[in-house]
């Protein structure tokens, strides 16, 4: 198996930091990711190999196996191990042995020890499959509903159900559609991180939901009613008179959905923006200005 530079895949020195690998990553899967390069197979090795250097090197444990052992990061633990075991056969039997720890004596006590050589060892040895990252965007109205939704990741199309009220940034895993398990091994997981983006006029902080309506001075004066947006529809609101600017209301249940919790919501908090009015007309004028004389 040929040595692998991830570091060099994702553009990275090999003293990035987390911070820089998860900027990187993100970075290239958005560039060569399949959903914006239909049909081109180079995008698609690309993507591939950006999300196995990702794998690697986005966990400390890999990442330390790959810096150590390199191509054969994935037998690291096996072959310390052994090495351990080596070491103590060899410190038991110091009187009839001498020698320091090489390649070979690793092949020969592998041989000795389990029956065969390292390498038939090795290629019967089962392996679970690497663990695919991948990111998807969507709207904030997109995740007021479960939905099911279409993925492809490295050329596989999976069918998954997103729940309503999903975060911005969170990450769910889905069993076994990661790498394929070698000898038998079990497959890997993908996670996929959430990018949420809210491109209403609606706040959303967890489950409830914030905005600002502008109000006339006379409503706000002498009460009335007015129409607002929800996130589902319009609703008839009625105003108390003597209504101060800034004055916040809620509107229970009318927020955002409970992520796995059906027919749960959280709330809608409104805030009244009280519009004084401009372009007075003379007559206008005078009545406030008698107005002003009766406070």
Same mark, same amino acid.
């Given at each position: 198996?040929?040595y692998?530079?991830?570091?060099?895949?994702?553009?990275?020195?090999?003293?990035?930091?987390?911070?820089?690998?998860?900027?990187?990553?993100?970075?290239?899967?958005?560039?060569?990711?399949?959903?914006?390069n239909?049909?081109?197979?180079e995008?698609?090795?690309?993507?591939k190999e950006?999300?196995?250097?990702?794998?690697?090197?986005?966990? !400390?444990?890999?990442?330390?196996?790959?810096?150590?052992?390199?191509?054969?990061w994935?037998?690291?633990?096996?072959?310390?191990?052994?090495?351990?075991?080596?070491?103590?056969?060899?410190?038991n039997r110091?009187?009839?042995?001498?020698?320091?720890?090489?390649?070979?004596?690793?092949?020969?006590?592998?041989?000795?020890?389990?029956?065969?050589?390292?390498?038939?060892?090795?290629?019967?040895?089962?392996?679970?499959g690497?663990?695919f /990252?991948?990111?998807?965007? %969507?709207? %904030?109205?997109?995740?007021?509903?479960?939905?099911?939704?279409?993925?492809?990741?490295?050329?596989?199309?999976?069918?998954?159900t997103?729940?309503?009220?999903?975060e911005?940034?969170q990450?769910?895993?889905?069993?076994?559609?990661?790498?394929?398990g070698?000898?038998?091994?079990?497959?890997?997981?993908?996670?996929?991180?959430?990018?949420?983006?809210? /491109?209403?006029?609606f706040?959303?902080?967890?489950?409830?939901?914030?905005?600002?309506?502008?109000?006339?001075?006379?409503?706000?004066?002498?009460?009335?009613e007015?129409?607002?947006?929800t996130?589902?529809?319009?609703?008839?609101?009625?105003?108390?008179?003597?209504?101060?600017?800034?004055?916040q209301?809620?509107?229970?249940?009318?927020?955002? !959905?409970?992520?796995?919790?059906?027919?749960?919501?959280?709330?809608l908090?409104?805030?009244?923006?009280?519009?004084?009015?401009?372009?007075?007309?003379?007559?206008?004028?005078?009545?406030?200005?008698?107005?002003?004389? %009766?406070?």
């Amino acid at each position: 198996m040929p040595y692998i530079d991830y570091y060099k895949i994702l553009g990275i020195p090999k003293n990035a930091t987390e911070k820089d690998i998860k900027k990187a990553y993100r970075k290239l899967a958005r560039k060569y990711h399949p959903d914006l390069n239909p049909n081109d197979k180079e995008a698609e090795k690309k993507f591939k190999e950006i999300n196995e250097a990702n794998e690697v090197l986005s966990h !400390p444990e890999n990442r330390k196996k790959y810096d150590e052992h390199g191509k054969d990061w994935k037998h690291a633990e096996e072959f310390e191990k052994a090495k351990q075991q080596q070491q103590q056969y060899q410190g038991n039997r110091q009187q009839q042995y001498s020698g320091n720890f090489n390649e070979s004596d690793f092949s020969d006590f592998f041989e000795s020890m389990f029956g065969g050589s390292s390498k038939q060892r090795s290629s019967n040895t089962m392996f679970r499959g690497q663990d695919f /990252n991948a990111e998807l965007q %969507l709207n %904030l109205k997109d995740v007021y509903t479960s939905h099911k939704r279409t993925l492809t990741v490295n050329n596989k199309n999976i069918r998954i159900t997103i729940p309503a009220g999903i975060e911005n940034g969170q990450v769910i895993k889905i069993t076994g559609h990661g790498g394929k398990g070698i000898n038998n091994g079990p497959n890997g997981d993908l996670y996929i991180t959430f990018n949420i983006v809210n /491109n209403t006029h609606f706040k959303r902080d967890k489950n409830n939901l914030y905005t600002t309506i502008d109000l006339d001075l006379y409503n706000a004066l002498l009460g009335g009613e007015v129409t607002v947006d929800t996130f589902d529809g319009k609703v008839k609101l009625k105003v108390k008179p003597e209504t101060q600017n800034g004055t916040q209301i809620k509107l229970k249940n009318k927020g955002f !959905p409970v992520y796995k919790k059906d027919g749960q919501f959280g709330d809608l908090y409104i805030t009244f923006n009280i519009k004084t009015p401009t372009n007075l007309t003379d007559k206008e004028k005078e009545l406030f200005t008698e107005l002003s004389k %009766l406070r």
